[in-house]
């Protein structure tokens, strides 16, 4: 069961644009969830973070949106860049669980046409 | 400081074989967790270690198993290697399993089973 989803497996955006990522959850346990962005030949990077009590968070050009009721969350990136090309992975875990694992979404693949 | 390093790069082996591959946590971090990446695919969980002990495990057969060293350092050990085992694997490190830290990723191991 994929308990953390990206139906949108790639996205293509001009530069200078906004670029929105969407990914949905299952399990309403989750209460800590991250983005990640991975270049080809090298892990994940992490890129930033919300926890289930805040709906909003913001790191300069990236900001995480999150609607528990949905179980849905969002990732902003304004203005979107040429080097945001990547694949972006969505992730989650339960904190309040000790040893807890970060499920990870299949991603989505941002192309950003220059 | 010094990031999460694994080894080796590349390794091929054939089917039957054992593999061992290794990750040095990013310094100050005492949790690993280890991820199997198919192509096309997230990160799936295999197991996490914290103090020397495995703390939780994903739906990986028994022919995957990991050891923790006092150093905080970790192997993952493969036997009976399988086709379906070719992927890329991805040591990932964090403070204290169960907390808000995020995990710090690896650049993996590429596997491939002939």
């Known amino acids: 069961d994929q308990q953390v989803k990206q139906n949108s497996p790639s996205l293509s955006v001009q530069e200078g644009r906004i670029s929105i990522l969407n990914c949905d959850y299952t399990n309403s346990m989750f209460d800590y969830f991250l983005w990640y962005k991975k270049y080809p030949a090298e892990g994940p990077t992490f890129l930033i973070s919300i926890s289930s009590i805040k709906d909003k968070n913001e790191d300069g050009r990236f900001t995480v949106f999150l609607n528990k009721s949905a179980k849905h969350l969002s990732l902003h990136i304004v203005p979107s860049q040429p080097g945001d090309s990547a694949v972006y992975f969505c992730a989650a875990k339960r904190v309040k669980t000790s040893y807890d694992k970060v499920i990870f979404g299949p991603g989505t693949s941002l192309s950003v046409i220059p | 400081d010094a990031g999460v390093t694994q080894s080796p790069t590349h390794l091929i082996k054939t089917r039957g074989q054992q593999v061992t591959l290794r990750c040095s946590p990013k310094?100050?971090?005492?949790?690993v967790s280890w991820y199997q990446q198919a192509l096309g695919q997230g990160p799936q969980f295999i197991f996490q270690y914290y103090e020397e002990e495995e703390r939780q495990r994903g739906n990986f057969p028994d022919r995957f198993s990991g050891h923790q060293f006092p150093n905080y350092s970790s192997e993952l050990n493969v036997n009976a290697l399988l086709l379906g085992d070719s992927a890329l694997y991805l040591c990932a490190s964090s403070l204290r399993g169960g907390s808000y830290s995020p995990l710090h990723f690896g650049n993996g191991t590429r596997l491939t089973v002939t």
């Open positions: 310094s100050g971090h005492d949790t």
